[in-house]
């Protein structure tokens, strides 16, 4: 029974799927030789990351394949529907990565607050030279303590971002059209906890009166969430963070906004054109930037393997 992580695996689910018998290959196969690898070596099991795609042409040219497995969240890499129409099993890891990817929601908000992304850039280079400028440069920084965050999309992502921002003291506001209401459970370090309702409200309010923005949806059919017209609607000197797909914002938009001070930071995980974001996303000194890490902490990794394997030998029912 052999396995195919094209993207990797942790160790975690490496092991727990040797125990049951599995051949776990982590062999980085090129795109256009994933077809034949996968023939060759009869391969029934193929688990990628985002990196790897796999869509009908690698659907139909691999008849030994049962389960396709995602680790993580999204699944735009796959074409889910037309595996299944072949009866291949398609899985994910849903609810693995949320703390992750909610901490780094919090990573370019603190950044961009105190303005960490620029501060450490200059101070190698100037920091010996015009230590005063540049403390003078970064005074006005801002606490997030009573501000409001807005949250769009409040899937299980959304709602631990919800839950660090009530425990730092933040109003939390959110739009979902398919979640109406939702209870977060906020946990302190004693076992105490208490829950809090938050209802969701139109698009339009939350853009209207949200001191930050941070979405969590998957990617758009027909084009970006977030464009001109939307930042218009928007605060001034509001921030922007996207950890959810690359394209959900219009980035030729947020340059302009930026520039016009519309926004006064943005935080980016995730980029139109990965791996090759454009240039002036990667060079503009309002933005933090990290290269689509989300899920990319030893915990999270952990929780995908275990997952995954779980799932796997769920549907071979192997026990």
Do not use: W
């Not at 690898?37 to 193929?46: M, S």
């Not at 394949?65 to 291949?88: F, H, P, Q, T, W």
């Not at 030729?252 to 974001?277: Q, R, W």
């Amino acid at each position: 029974m052999k396995i195919l992580a094209n993207d990797g695996l942790d160790p975690s689910g490496i092991e727990a799927l040797t125990q049951k018998g599995f051949e776990v290959i982590t062999t980085k196969v090129p795109q256009n030789l994933l077809t034949q690898f996968i023939n060759e070596h009869g391969i029934r099991t193929l688990l990628v990351r985002s990196a790897t795609q796999v869509k009908r042409d690698v659907i139909d040219a691999c008849p030994t394949l049962e389960i396709i497995g995602r680790g993580g969240v999204g699944m735009d890499n796959i074409d889910v529907e037309y595996a299944r129409s072949k009866n291949i099993h398609v899985i994910n890891t849903p609810s693995a990565s949320s703390e992750s990817v909610a901490e780094l929601v919090f990573a370019h908000l603190f950044s961009g607050a105190r303005f960490l992304h620029d501060s450490n850039r200059k101070m190698p280079v100037l920091g010996d030279t015009v230590f005063a400028k540049l403390k003078k440069s970064y005074q006005e920084g801002i606490e997030l303590r009573g501000k409001t965050i807005g949250i769009i999309g409040m899937g299980r992502i959304g709602q631990e971002v919800a839950r660090i921002a009530l425990g730092l003291g933040m109003r939390v506001i959110a739009a979902d059209s398919n979640i109406g209401k939702a209870t977060i459970k906020v946990k302190f370090y004693n076992n105490q906890f208490i829950n809090v309702d938050i209802e969701t409200e139109p698009l339009e309010g939350v853009l209207k009166h949200a001191d930050f923005i941070t979405l969590h949806v998957p990617a758009q059919k027909n084009g970006h969430m977030i464009g001109a017209a939307e930042f218009s609607q928007m605060k001034d000197g509001v921030a922007v963070i996207n950890c959810s797909r690359g394209g959900v914002i219009n980035e030729s938009d947020l340059i302009a906004a930026l520039n016009s001070g519309k926004v006064v930071f943005a935080g980016l995980d995730v980029f139109l054109n990965e791996p090759t974001p454009a240039k002036e996303i990667l060079t503009h000194p309002k933005i933090s930037l990290t290269p689509h890490t989300g899920a990319s902490t030893l915990e999270a990794q952990d929780r995908i393997g275990l997952s995954l394997a779980e799932q796997i030998c769920s549907i071979l029912q192997i026990h």
